[in-house]
């Protein structure tokens, strides 16, 4: 597609970040919405994150038995716990060889051809920039490509320039977003890393900055070389060490005031993460502004998304700038969020902050303003000296255009939040309802009223058969007996008929079929060894206190 062709209607913006987990199914389960991979791709995609430098746990191959069912049991729960290793990582999950590989029909195309064929369009109209090199995966972003740059009459400088597809989150007319980030150049800010030039179609926008030969301020944590891959520099890193408490004020200071500017000037970020924030000597400059205008995800979507009080974009960068301050202190991202426990901390108002911004109470309760923050112990006291004058000026109705973009970007959150809420509950519940203990309640529930239904039948017609034989017992010319006697007999009756049911069977018709089949219960004066009509044994064992004599005419009946 030529650069300043339009997308097609039907294009899908997709939002890279949405976390993918993945469950292995027999063959014989598949169902719609899923995937097939033999083992040779599993080892393809092992070999291709062999950059990273982590140490995956792909189970290991075997020539001589693969298909026995054991061993393809054991695989399969191997494999399962790879993938798991994979999507449970932050930086590996949202890569583009695991996209491609968990869901192909979404991530088919090649993203840095698209991107070559795109930049080529431009050259043509701007011949006096030359492309260096183009600087693979540098980038955590899958439709994001960066190259090196020159230009042909200064041909020692090195720029670099950006490529970026729409995003979801974009809601801005054509007009108003070619209009936004053709404006960009012109946002002058002492702690903003300043665009060189900026042009953007309906599809897509491409913008340039100077190269910075000493990166970012993750490449500083992290001591990474600015043009390896993005997977090498910070998945496995040698040396994990924070930064010394001064540079963690400094550097804390400058990012909060550029974030209190653009709050102010109502121009949403959201994208603040250790990546986005250049290093100039001392000084600290954010980086893609752009991000929030083409409609991109954050690179912490997957964690904010979690908690429904982060539901602003002020919000959000408060929260990023928590995850961004626990690296800067400790080497390292935060293993999962939010942190019940902060490790020992070069000052005690480092943990203050971290506590307001990354803690269980301030993710379930909201975050605080970028002001408050200021006004906080580790910030107050810092002195930043700049002669600099920020200046941004918005035209009123590309402000308004913004207002109503943001109040969109932070609907879909409220409703992506809603979402994950909703089946966090659903999820519970059937892990509760499929737990153990609740399998073993539900068992004795339903064999208590098993047996309560067996009984209350069992007694419904003990009641109708010892009824008929009273009657026949009062009207018979030979058998007279007192009421006490008959009503012994009968209470007799009954329980030898609940004793059937309960031993025998547990359905009446079974126990009367077996009653009516002993033909001898009237004839035969030897007692039929197992038969619990006949055998006094079992009744007297039973109960104690039938009376012989009762048995002895109820057997003759």
Request: aromatic content about 8%; some cysteine; proline content about 6%.
């Amino acid at each position: 597609m030529a650069f300043m062709e339009k997308p097609p209607a039907g294009k899908v913006l997709l939002d890279d970040t949405v976390p993918l987990t993945a469950a292995i199914e027999a063959s014989q389960s598949l169902q719609s919405h899923t995937i097939v991979r033999r083992y040779s791709d599993f080892d393809l995609l092992n070999n291709s994150l062999q950059i990273a430098g982590l140490s995956l746990p792909l189970p290991p191959k075997k020539l001589i038995g693969n298909m026995d069912r054991e061993f393809i049991a054991e695989r399969q729960k191997g494999l399962q716990n790879y993938l798991n290793v994979i999507t449970t990582n932050h930086i590996l999950s949202n890569c583009e060889l695991v996209k491609k590989f968990l869901d192909p029909n979404n991530y088919s195309a090649n993203y840095t051809e698209i991107a070559l064929q795109q930049v080529s369009m431009f050259f043509r109209s701007e011949p006096k920039w030359e492309v260096v090199e183009p600087l693979k995966d540098i980038g955590w972003r899958i439709r994001k490509k960066y190259f090196l740059m020159k230009i042909k009459n200064q041909p020692k400088e090195r720029l670099v320039l950006s490529w970026a597809d729409l995003g979801p989150d974009k809601y801005l007319s054509d007009k108003d977003f070619q209009c936004l980030i053709k404006l960009l150049p012109s946002c002058l800010h002492p702690y903003i890393y300043r665009v060189t030039f900026a042009t953007a179609n309906e599809s897509s926008a491409l913008l340039i900055r100077m190269f910075n030969e000493k990166g970012t301020l993750k490449d500083l944590i992290y001591k990474a070389k600015p043009k390896d891959p993005f997977l090498k520099k910070y998945c496995n890193p040698k040396k994990i060490q924070g930064l010394e408490l001064q540079q963690i004020k400094t550097y804390g200071r400058q990012i909060l005031e550029v974030l209190k500017f653009l709050h102010d000037k109502g121009f949403p970020y959201g994208h603040l993460h250790s990546s986005n924030v250049m290093l100039d000597g001392d000084t600290c400059r954010l980086l893609d502004l752009e991000n929030s205008l083409l409609g991109l995800p954050s690179f912490y979507r997957s964690y904010f998304s979690q908690f429904r009080k982060i539901n602003t974009l002020e919000s959000v960068d408060v929260h990023c700038f928590g995850h961004l301050l626990y690296e800067m202190t400790y080497g390292r991202p935060p293993d999962s969020v939010p942190v019940d426990s902060f490790p020992p901390a070069p000052s005690m108002a480092v943990v203050a902050v971290l506590e307001s911004t990354l803690s269980c109470e301030a993710c379930k309760n909201g975050m605080p303003t970028v002001s408050r923050l200021l006004q906080m112990p580790l910030f107050s006291d810092v002195l930043l000296t700049t002669s600099e004058k920020p200046q941004f000026k918005i035209p009123t109705k590309l402000k308004e255009a913004l207002r109503i973009a943001k109040e969109c970007i932070e609907k879909r959150l409220i409703e992506e939040q809603k979402q994950i809420h909703q089946h966090r509950r659903l999820t519970r519940a059937q892990s509760h309802h499929g737990s153990e203990e609740e399998r073993k309640k539900r068992k004795i529930l339903a064999r208590k009223k098993s047996k309560r239904s067996a009984l209350e039948n069992s007694e419904e017609h003990s009641a109708k058969y010892s009824n008929s034989n009273n009657s026949a017992l009062v009207s018979g010319p030979r058998t007279q007996r007192s009421g006490s006697e008959v009503s012994s007999w009968s209470r007799g009756l009954e329980f030898c008929w609940d004793i059937c049911i309960t031993s025998t069977s547990s359905t009446s018709t079974t126990t009367s079929s077996s009653l009516a089949s002993c033909e001898h219960r009237g004839t035969c004066p030897a007692l039929i060894p197992g038969c619990e009509w006949c055998e006094p044994r079992g009744l007297t064992q039973l109960h104690p206190e039938f009376p012989k004599r009762n048995f002895e005419e109820s057997r003759n009946l």
